[in-house]
C-alpha cells in the first residue's frame, strides 16, 4: 500500500507528456537565438546613430558640427527659431514649396502609373512586350545623364509656354512624372498580374467597361501597391536636388534640398545646426506619411514578386 502511494505522488507531482522545465543555459540560449538579438541591438544602433546626431546637432546653439560631437552636450531652440525668423531662408516657404511639389507628384504618379499598368496588364495590343522591355531598359541610366537636356528642353519650352518652362512647379512636376513613370509602371504591372482576371470577365458579363472596372474595382484591389509607390515618389521629390536645382532658380520658388545646401555652401561659414534644423522638420511630413500608410506597404512591395 505504502509503495503504492509512493507511485501515485510521484505521477502526481511529474503529470504524463509534461517535461520538467530544463535550468537555463547561456551558452545554448546564445547559439539559438542570443546572437540574433545582439545582431538585432547592433543594427539599430547603427542606424538610429545618424538620426541622433543630426537632433543633437539641431540643438546646438553655435551652430557648428565641432561643438555636436560630443551629442547633447548643450541644448537650445535657437537654430529653430533662427531658420524660421531670418528674412533671407524663407524656409516656410521652401517647405510649403515641396510639400506641394511632392504630393502632386505622387498623386499624379500613382493616377498614370495605375492607367499604364491597367494596360499593359489586361490589354493586348502590339508593342505591349517591346515597350515593357523599353521602361526596364530606360530605367537602367541614372537621371545625372539627362540634367544638360532637361535643361535645354525646359528653356525651350519657356519660350513658348512659360507657364510649364523653366523655373516653374509645374514644369518641375512634369520632369518628376516622365522620370518616375518607367519604374512606377513596371512595378504596379506585377501586382496587377496577381490579381485574377476572372473578376474583370465577372465584371464584363454585367456590362462594365474597361474604365468602370479599373476605377470601381481594380484600385480597390490594388491599394497595397498605389500606397507603396504613393510614398515612393513622395520621399523621392522631397529628397530631390539634382533636376530641382537645375529648374527652379529663384529663392522663393525653391524647395527644401535646394534652399538648406545654400545653408552649408559658403566655405566661410556652413550653419550646420540651421540645417539640421531644417532637416528634422524636413523629416516629419515623411514620418508622417510612412505610418500612415505603413500597413500597405509589406504587402504592396511583395505582392507580385512571385509569380
Given at each position: 500500500?505504502?509503495?503504492?502511494?509512493?507511485?501515485?505522488?510521484?505521477?502526481?507531482?511529474?503529470?504524463?507528456?509534461?517535461?520538467?522545465?530544463?535550468?537555463?543555459?547561456?551558452?545554448?540560449?546564445?547559439?539559438?537565438?542570443?546572437?540574433?538579438?545582439?545582431?538585432?541591438?547592433?543594427?539599430?544602433?547603427?542606424?538610429?546613430?545618424?538620426i541622433v546626431f543630426v537632433?543633437?546637432?539641431?540643438?546646438?546653439?553655435?551652430?557648428?558640427?565641432t561643438g555636436s560631437n560630443?551629442?547633447?552636450?548643450?541644448?537650445?531652440?535657437?537654430?529653430?527659431?533662427?531658420?524660421?525668423?531670418?528674412?533671407?531662408?524663407?524656409?516656410?516657404?521652401?517647405?510649403?514649396?515641396?510639400?506641394?511639389?511632392?504630393?502632386?507628384?505622387?498623386?499624379?504618379?500613382?493616377?498614370?502609373?495605375?492607367?499604364?499598368?491597367?494596360?499593359?496588364?489586361?490589354?493586348?495590343?502590339?508593342?505591349?512586350?517591346?515597350?515593357?522591355?523599353?521602361?526596364?531598359?530606360?530605367?537602367?541610366?541614372?537621371?545625372?545623364?539627362?540634367?544638360?537636356?532637361?535643361?535645354?528642353?525646359?528653356?525651350?519650352?519657356?519660350?513658348?509656354?512659360?507657364?510649364?518652362?523653366?523655373?516653374?512647379?509645374?514644369?518641375?512636376?512634369?520632369?518628376?512624372?516622365?522620370?518616375?513613370?518607367?519604374?512606377?509602371?513596371?512595378?504596379?504591372?506585377?501586382?496587377?498580374?496577381?490579381?485574377?482576371?476572372?473578376?474583370?470577365?465577372?465584371?464584363?458579363?454585367?456590362?462594365?467597361?474597361?474604365?468602370?472596372?479599373?476605377?470601381?474595382?481594380?484600385?480597390?484591389?490594388?491599394?497595397?501597391?498605389?500606397?507603396?509607390?504613393?510614398?515612393?515618389?513622395?520621399?523621392?521629390?522631397?529628397?530631390?536636388?539634382?533636376?530641382?536645382?537645375?529648374?527652379?532658380?529663384?529663392?522663393?520658388?525653391?524647395?527644401?534640398?535646394?534652399?538648406?545646401?545654400?545653408?552649408?555652401?559658403?566655405?566661410?561659414?556652413?550653419?550646420?545646426?540651421?540645417?539640421?534644423?531644417?532637416?528634422?522638420?524636413?523629416?516629419?511630413?515623411?514620418?508622417?506619411?510612412?505610418?500612415?500608410?505603413?500597413?500597405?506597404?509589406?504587402?504592396?512591395?511583395?505582392?507580385?514578386?512571385?509569380?
Open positions: 500500500m505504502a509503495t503504492a502511494l509512493d507511485a501515485e505522488a510521484e505521477r502526481a507531482a511529474h503529470p504524463r507528456g509534461v517535461r520538467s522545465k530544463r535550468p537555463f543555459n547561456f551558452a545554448r540560449w546564445f547559439r539559438a537565438t542570443g546572437w540574433r538579438h545582439i545582431v538585432g541591438i547592433v543594427m539599430v544602433v547603427f542606424a538610429l546613430f545618424p537632433v543633437s546637432s539641431s540643438l546646438n546653439p553655435q551652430g557648428t558640427l560630443a551629442l547633447f552636450s548643450k541644448i537650445g531652440l535657437d537654430s529653430y527659431v533662427r531658420i524660421l525668423t531670418d528674412p533671407q531662408v524663407p524656409f516656410p516657404q521652401w517647405f510649403g514649396n515641396t510639400i506641394l511639389i511632392a504630393s502632386v507628384t505622387a498623386v499624379a504618379t500613382v493616377f498614370l502609373g495605375a492607367l499604364a499598368a491597367y494596360s499593359f496588364s489586361r490589354m493586348r495590343f502590339a508593342g505591349r512586350r517591346v515597350g515593357l522591355v523599353t521602361i526596364v531598359v530606360v530605367q537602367m541610366f541614372p537621371q545625372m545623364l539627362a540634367v544638360v537636356a532637361i535643361f535645354l528642353l525646359m528653356s525651350a519650352i519657356s519660350d513658348w509656354f512659360p507657364a510649364i518652362g523653366l523655373n516653374t512647379h509645374i514644369g518641375l512636376i512634369m520632369v518628376y512624372l516622365g522620370g518616375a513613370l518607367g519604374v512606377n509602371t513596371f512595378l504596379m504591372y506585377g501586382f496587377f498580374n496577381t490579381i485574377p482576371a476572372s473578376i474583370d470577365e465577372a465584371a464584363k458579363i454585367d456590362g462594365a467597361g474597361h474604365a468602370r472596372i479599373f476605377f470601381t474595382i481594380i484600385l480597390r484591389l490594388a491599394a497595397p501597391i498605389l500606397a507603396v509607390v504613393a510614398l515612393i515618389s513622395f520621399i523621392f521629390t522631397v529628397n530631390e536636388f539634382a533636376v530641382a536645382s537645375v529648374i527652379l532658380i529663384d529663392t522663393d520658388k525653391q524647395t527644401l534640398a535646394v534652399g538648406l545646401t545654400k545653408l552649408v555652401s559658403n566655405p566661410r561659414y556652413a550653419d550646420w545646426s540651421a540645417f539640421s534644423a531644417g532637416a528634422v522638420m524636413a523629416a516629419l511630413p515623411v514620418v508622417a506619411l510612412f505610418l500612415w500608410l505603413q500597413k500597405y506597404i509589406v504587402g504592396g512591395l511583395t505582392a507580385g514578386a512571385v509569380k
